[in-house]
């Protein structure tokens, strides 16, 4: 029940193991491992679970990953090293997958593919098929957490709990729903994040919140010159083998940035001023050159050995 195991199972052969805290944190397996029935517990309440594989795993027997998921109680199944895939391998039975997100998995094994509901892919995935991308649209007035019942499929539609964006999604501001302040509620994936939708363009202020959360962005931003952006964690651009367009209306961005584009690019699409700790360059390309355009940041940080590169 601890909410942040790190199990290091040394590549040796387990039975049944559980995870079964339902708070919010990370469960951490090292070890190319082998299990019979893995299971981990699903989120008691909005948020995410996190599960970072270190290592293969192979399952023999079923694999569960969470049984009580809903669209905006998730769990995300990933890498430990953005870009680095983790195989596992399934020889027995998945359970029902509903609401979880994958990055750098591939899915393998007598299984097949793996299918199922809402599911969220961050990139760099093989076998596993994910819900087609959609494009959804802010629709609730007042201060709202994203994870409120405020996305609709359409612009003015009605909104519904279950379409909520994935990191494959498009989420759309326009005048729609007359937002005051959008509070992100905890370490969501999205896609494109947008203000306008060519027709219904935004141009009524509102406050997009990111708190002490670190955002993590797998499309392009467009924000507009009337918006307050407003957040104390870090922006993490996930762009694995994408270009991502980060247009900033000039409006200056307060949080931290880290381009984390393994094969990828970050491109500029005006010129930008974060006003954050620092703008980190991890991986991937830095791409000033598209429309000759500036960066004007505290620190500049591209402290590693990884593959990167400014344009």
Same mark, same amino acid.
């Given at each position: ?8 199972? $040394? ?14 944190? &990370? ?8 299990? @019979? ?20 795993? *192979? ?31 399934? +020889? ?5 997958? %509903? ?10 094994? &007598? ?10 892919? $961050?990139?760099? +995935?093989?076998?596993?098929?994910? *819900? ?41 501001? *326009?005048?729609? $729903? ?49 918006? *307050? ?13 994408? &270009? ?44 000033? =050159? ?5 960066? %004007? ?7 590693? =050995? @990884? ?5």
């Amino acid at each position: 029940s601890n909410s942040t195991p790190n199990f290091i199972g $040394g590549g040796l052969t387990f039975y049944n193991v559980t995870f079964s805290s339902a708070a919010s944190g &990370t469960t951490t397996i090292n070890g190319a491992n082998t299990f @019979n029935n893995l299971t981990q517990t699903s989120r008691s309440a909005t948020g995410q679970r996190i599960v970072d594989l270190g290592d293969n795993q *192979t399952v023999s027997g079923t694999l569960t990953l969470g049984a009580a998921n809903t669209a905006i109680r998730r769990i995300h199944v990933n890498s430990t090293v953005i870009g680095t895939q983790r195989t596992i391998t399934l +020889n027995g039975t998945l359970a029902t997958l %509903t609401d979880v997100d994958f990055r750098d998995i591939v899915a393998a094994g &007598t299984a097949g593919t793996w299918t199922g509901t809402r599911i969220g892919n $961050g990139l760099n +995935n093989s076998g596993i098929t994910f *819900t087609v991308a959609k494009t959804v649209y802010w629709n609730l007035a007042g201060s709202q957490n994203w994870s409120a019942t405020g996305w609709a499929t359409t612009n003015n539609g009605a909104p519904a709990a279950n379409n909520f964006p994935l990191a494959q999604d498009t989420a759309v501001f *326009t005048e729609a $729903g007359a937002a005051g302040t959008v509070t992100w509620d905890a370490q969501w994936w999205v896609g494109n994040i947008q203000m306008a939708d060519g027709v219904s363009n935004r141009t009524t202020a509102f406050t997009l919140a990111t708190s002490t959360f670190n955002p993590r962005i797998y499309g392009s931003v467009a924000l507009f010159s009337n918006l *307050t952006l407003t957040g104390t964690g870090t922006l993490n651009m996930f762009g694995y083998g994408v &270009t991502q367009i980060f247009t900033s209306a000039g409006i200056p961005i307060p949080q931290s940035i880290t381009v984390q584009a393994v094969t990828g690019t970050f491109q500029l699409a005006d010129n930008l001023t974060n006003t954050g700790t620092a703008f980190t360059l991890t991986a991937g390309t830095l791409d000033l =050159s598209s429309g000759n355009r500036t960066l %004007t940041c505290v620190i500049f940080s591209s402290n590693n =050995s @990884n593959t990167r590169s400014i344009s």
